[in-house]
Structures are given as C-alpha cells and as structure tokens.
C-alpha cells in the first residue's frame, strides 16, 4: 500500500474498507468580487461522485455551471467548503493540490487547439509537458487517435478538421494522461445538431472504455439525460443545487433510448423544473 493509499484510507469514515469517493464537494461557495459587484455565484454545494459516474450538470445561464467546473479544474478557488479528489483536497486555501491536479482532464467549449501543432503533437501536449519519452507518447497519440475516430488524421493540422473533430482531438488530448476525472464545459455547444448527437456516442463510448468519472456540463437537457448517471439541476442567485435525477438506462445506450417514455419523463420533469424558475 503506498503512502497515498494510506491518506486516502484514513480520510474515509469508515477505515475498514470503504473507498474514499472519486470527487466529494462539501459546503462549496464561491463569491465573486468586483468593483461594481458582488456576486454569489455558488453556495452549500455538497455532491459525491463515485467512480466511473457520469454526471451531469444542467442549469440556467448564470446559475455557476462554469464557477463549478473551474473550482473542480484548479482554476478558481473556492470561497468556502472543500473539494477532495479520492479524500485528498484539491485546494489548501488559494493554493491548487498539483498531485491531484495531474488526476484531471479539461475540455472546454472551445476545442483550444495550437494552430501551428499537428493532431498529433496537440493530443501528445499534456504528455509531453510531464516529461513523457518520444516512444510513449507517439504509441499514446496513435491508441488515442484510434479511441476517438481519428486514426489516419494524426499528422492534419487543426484548420483542415471539422468542428467535431477538432474537439475529439480536445478530448483525445484531454485524455492522454490517463486522467481519473474527465470535467468538461459545453464541449459540444457550438455543434450541430447531428455531430453533437455522433459526439454523444463517441463519448459514451470513451468513457465506458477508459471507466473515467466524468462531470459534464450543458445547457442541452436531452444531452444531460442521455450522458448522466445523474443530472444535477443548479438553481440561480446563489447557484444551489436543487435537485439531482437519476438516470437508469443500461449502457451503453443507443440514441433510440431517447424515444422511450421513462427518457421523456425525466426530460419533461426537469423542463418544468427549468421553468418554473421564470
Ligand atoms: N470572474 C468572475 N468575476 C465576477 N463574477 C463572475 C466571474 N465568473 C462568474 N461570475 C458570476 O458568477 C455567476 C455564475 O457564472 P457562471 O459563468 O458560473 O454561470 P453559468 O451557469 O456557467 O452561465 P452560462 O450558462 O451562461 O455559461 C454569474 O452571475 C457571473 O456573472
């Protein structure tokens, strides 16, 4: 048993066997302030994942879908409350936990991808920067480029892509370090609709073969439920949560569970409790 396994064991409550969980928010606030504003942007968040969930978050513009996802990424640091990555804290005050860090993928709505880079060199980035061997990271880009449909296009450069390839080359390089935790923000927003519904497969698909935990964001409810073990449901002024979903559809799922009724009640409940916030 190594060192961390030994801290992540005396975090749980209970020593014996338990697991820590893959990603615990408890008490989470963040407040934002400006010169003409101060903002409540998050308040009492308190949410475990397990390992290998898939959970979704869904809310109104303005309700810290982001806020949440930047605390989780290291790049905003939590007013209030604690965020623990299998029971080790991702923040110590204003200071990011770089250990946990390297346990973590990003993709945002923007694929964000080097111009000048070829498919390859971008995936191979995170890896490269971690000091990982040419061998490594060449055998990595081509297991990759493969695990998200892009085998063949590896030496293309970001302008001949489409716009759903670019970001499977986001998520291919999200993943290239083997991250426990996938976060993503909107990352098929700005796609059509066909593309984003192929981008949801390929995506179920991913994350069943990698068995990663993913937290994904949306605006789309149909995407929400069709990807989430669970849909959050974040409420606004300060953004709460205000209800969580479960979704129980065996996967992986095909794109026709969306025509059954259980898929459609969820949605429509959630609808309504969109609405009613009006
Ligand atoms: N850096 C910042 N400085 C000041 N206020 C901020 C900052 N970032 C976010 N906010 C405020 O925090 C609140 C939540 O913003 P956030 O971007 O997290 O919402 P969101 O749910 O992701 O919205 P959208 O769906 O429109 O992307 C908003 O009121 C926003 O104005």
């Not at 994942?49 to 806020?67: A, L, N, P, Q, Y």
């Not at 390297?102 to 080097?114: I, M, T």
């Not at 605006?219 to 949560?241: C, K, Q, S």
Request: hydrophobic fraction near 40%.
């Amino acid at each position: 048993m190594t060192a961390r396994d030994i801290g992540t064991l005396a975090q749980t409550s209970n020593s014996a066997a338990v697991p820590a969980a893959k990603l615990e928010l408890r008490g989470v606030g963040k407040q934002f302030h400006t010169k003409r504003a101060h903002t409540q942007a998050l308040s009492g968040i308190d949410l475990t994942i397990s390992d290998g969930e898939f959970v979704s978050v869904i809310g109104r513009s303005g309700c810290g879908k982001t806020t949440l996802l930047r605390m989780l990424a290291g790049l905003v640091n939590p007013s209030q409350g604690q965020i623990l990555v299998e029971g080790r804290s991702l923040w110590n005050a204003s200071t990011v936990d770089s250990s946990v860090m390297s346990q973590l993928g990003v993709v945002f709505q923007e694929a964000n991808l080097f111009p000048w880079y070829s498919v390859a060199d971008n995936i191979a980035l995170p890896m490269k920067l971690r000091g990982d061997g040419k061998q490594e990271r060449m055998d990595r880009v081509h297991e990759l480029a493969d695990l998200v449909g892009l085998s063949g296009f590896e030496k293309s450069y970001p302008r001949e892509l489409s716009g759903g390839m670019r970001q499977r080359v986001a998520i291919a390089r999200a993943l290239s370090t083997r991250p426990k935790l996938l976060l993503m923000d909107e990352p098929f927003g700005a796609l059509d609709a066909l593309t984003r519904e192929r981008m949801n497969l390929e995506l179920q698909r991913i994350a069943l073969a990698t068995n990663a935990t993913v937290v994904f964001v949306t605006h789309d409810i149909t995407e929400a439920v069709f990807l989430g073990d669970r849909v959050v449901h974040l409420t606004p002024r300060p953004g709460r949560i205000h209800r969580i979903s479960a979704v129980d559809f065996e996967r992986p799922r095909d794109i026709d569970v969306q025509t059954e009724p259980g898929f459609g009640a969820i949605v429509r409940d959630l609808r309504h409790a969109l609405d009613e916030e009006e």
